[in-house]
């Protein structure tokens, strides 16, 4: 039975959300034009709304969970606020692991949607997360997404975010698609999209690494350096096969967290509510144009709203600039 079809018909909005925007950016007027897709502008503020709500209907869908049933989500980020949103909307229960310390913000948003928040210990970073999140799925009997290796993760933009990028790109057809990698599933899910439909592009995952005037960042569990939140390294078995069998198509390119910030705080000042990855992604995709040259059609993400980092380097810094 279509259990999605039992759903009363108020209230439910997330499957009538419009595309988000795909305009181009310039920061410089001398600059190179980057296509950057506007995700901040996703209900819960980031682009993990896509695969909260892909995952969380599909999981009803096929009788994963049932009405009213739990999901248990290990994230401290945007994907617990995402899914505490759509479990709202589709009257499931929700729960988010994260490790202690995480900002109060972020536990009010995910309680105000009725969810509920379990603190993992601060030590074990986003390990100790996952760890605590398969305990609590398992006496709960809850489903557990796990977004860094649930291929419907990368699907959700396959589906729909790849298609809403050809549609919106001039001539169809993409050379480049930029993004820092945290689940794998943005940078995995749009290449296979756009290959789907006959275009060949190049993935570029941006990976932050150290800059050199603000030192170090005390790296969760990687060896990026820790400033860009939601983009790690080696946590994804999503990314770990797409780069075992696309290895042709993939080039990995260190940017300076330094510089991602410092874009960051510029396409601030641009009017471009957004956190640091999109700084990472957009610095990453300059350099990428560097490579291409000016005509090529680069596409890259804005992932998430600058509210999130009020009380971080980002707005410490960005009234100074
Ligand atoms: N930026 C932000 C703010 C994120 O939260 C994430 C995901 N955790 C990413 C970028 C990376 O996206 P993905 O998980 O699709 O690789």
């Known amino acids: 039975m279509n259990t999605v079809a039992r759903l009363p018909d108020c209230n439910h909005y997330l499957d009538r959300i419009a595309a988000t925007p795909l305009i181009p950016v310039r920061l410089d007027s001398s600059g190179p034009t980057i296509w950057c897709k506007l995700e901040f502008l996703n209900p819960s503020g980031s682009t993990k709304d896509r695969i909260a709500g892909y995952i969380l209907h599909k999981a009803v869908r096929t009788g994963r969970v049932a009405p009213g049933g739990t999901v248990v989500e290990a994230s401290s980020g945007s994907t617990s606020i995402a899914m505490a949103l759509a ?9 988010a692991v994260m490790p202690e310390g995480v900002s109060p ?21 986003i390990l100790g997360a996952l760890a605590g999140a398969a305990t609590a799925a398992a006496e709960r009997g809850a489903f557990l997404p ?14 729909r975010t790849a298609q809403e990028v050809l549609t919106q790109i001039p ?65 994804s078995t999503i990314y770990t096969k797409f780069r075992a069998e696309r290895s042709a198509s993939l080039v990995e390119i ?20 957004v956190g640091p990855s999109s700084g990472l992604n957009f610095q990453a995709a300059l350099m990428v144009a560097g490579r291409l040259g000016p005509d090529a059609h680069i596409v890259t993400v804005f992932p998430d709203r600058m509210e999130r980092y009020f009380s971080t380097e980002l707005f410490a810094r960005a009234s100074k600039a």
């Open 105 to 125: 913000e972020r536990r009010m948003i995910i309680e105000s949607y009725g969810g509920e928040v379990q603190f993992s210990p601060r030590a074990e970073g």
């Open 87 to 95: 479990s709202a909307q589709l009257g499931l229960r929700f729960v």
């Open 146 to 159: 796990l977004q860094f290796e649930n291929p419907d993760n990368p699907a959700a933009h396959r589906s």
């Open 171 to 235: 001539g169809g057809c993409v050379d480049a698609v930029v993004s820092g990698v945290g689940t794998g599933g943005t940078l995995v899910g749009l290449f296979e999209g756009l290959c789907d439909h006959g275009c060949a592009p190049t993935a570029f995952a941006a990976r932050p690494v150290t800059g050199t005037s603000l030192g170090g960042g005390g790296a969760e569990c990687c060896s990026f350096s820790g400033r860009i939140p939601g983009v790690v390294d080696g946590l």
């Open 254 to 273: 260190d940017v300076p967290d330094d510089e991602a910030v410092e874009v960051a705080r510029r396409l601030i000042r641009k009017g471009f509510p």
